[in-house]
């Protein structure tokens, strides 16, 4: 079973930046696409982005032209740039793998953001 920690959360004020890490364990990463999801309090957890494993991103249209994903396969890592956040992009932030359409793994502890001034 792949584990996920992701890291680099935290409180930052509307208009900021913060780049997200998760980082997998074994050596299945490189073989799904990839996604970040975020969770904020009362609502469901909700794919904001995704990349397949060579070519191709997709994003959800709030974070459209804000936020980037990337991935390193060779450290069994994947990134999330978030550019200009807002306080509606506070949430717990996660990742895991997409297989039909669906988280893969067993979902890791989250890195919290917080978007206030």
């Known amino acids: 079973q792949v584990q996920l920690v992701e890291s680099g959360g935290g409180l930052v004020q509307p208009g900021g930046s913060l780049r997200l890490t998760c980082a997998a364990s074994g050596s299945t990463f490189r073989l799904y696409p990839m996604g970040w999801y975020r969770q904020a309090p009362g609502k469901q957890r909700e794919l904001v982005a995704s990349?397949?494993?060579?070519?191709?991103?997709n994003y959800a249209d709030s974070v459209k032209g804000r936020f980037t994903i990337s991935r390193d396969n060779a450290k069994n890592t994947l990134y999330l740039q978030m550019n200009s956040l807002k306080p509606e992009d506070t949430a717990v932030y996660y990742c895991n793998a997409i297989t039909g359409g669906l988280p893969l793994w067993s979902w890791g502890q989250g890195t919290q953001v917080t978007v206030s001034s």
């Open positions: 990349i397949i494993t060579s070519v191709g991103t």
